[in-house]
C-alpha cells in the first residue's frame, strides 16, 4: 500500500519559514518522482515542486523559486519542502504525491498524472 502523509503546516508571518514533511510508505522515495502540490479554494492544484533522485532531477514553479527547496532524507523515507521567504498568496493546502507511470520531473506536470495523495497540510501566512 502506497501511502504519503504530510505534515509541519502552521500559521506564519510573511517572511516566515516553514519545514513541510512528506512521510511516505510502500515505496522508496529515493526511487520515485514525488511532487509537491498546493491548493486553496476555487482553485486548481498547482505544482510547486517535483523531485526523482535516479536522475538527480529536480524542478520548481516559478513562484517559488529562489524561496522553496525540496529533499529527502533516505533513511526516513521523507520529502521535505523547505519553505523560506514565504508570501501571503503562498497561503494553501499543500499535498505530496507519488507520479503515475513513467517516472520523472521533466516539463511541465498536473495533479491527474501523481496519485497516492495524502490528506494535506495547510499553510497560513498571515496578511
Known amino acids: 500500500q502506497v501511502q504519503l502523509v504530510e505534515s509541519g503546516g502552521g500559521l506564519v508571518q510573511p517572511g516566515g519559514s516553514l519545514k513541510l514533511s512528506c512521510a511516505a510508505s510502500g515505496f522508496t522515495v529515493d526511487h520515485s518522482a514525488v511532487a509537491w502540490f498546493r491548493q486553496v479554494p476555487g482553485k486548481e492544484r498547482e505544482g510547486v515542486s517535483c523531485?526523482?533522485?535516479?536522475?538527480?532531477?529536480?524542478t520548481y514553479a516559478n513562484s517559488v523559486k529562489g524561496r522553496f527547496t525540496i529533499s529527502t532524507d533516505s533513511a526516513k523515507n521523507v520529502v521535505y519542502l523547505q519553505m523560506n521567504s514565504l508570501k501571503a498568496e503562498d497561503t494553501a493546502v499543500y499535498y505530496c504525491?507519488?507520479?503515475?507511470?513513467?517516472?520523472?520531473?521533466?516539463?511541465?506536470?498536473?495533479?491527474?498524472?501523481?496519485?497516492?495523495w495524502g490528506q494535506g497540510s495547510q499553510v497560513t501566512v498571515s496578511s
Open positions: 523531485i526523482f533522485r535516479p536522475d538527480n532531477m529536480i
Open positions: 504525491a507519488k507520479r503515475l507511470g513513467r517516472q520523472h520531473c521533466s516539463g511541465s506536470y498536473y495533479p491527474l498524472d501523481f496519485g497516492s
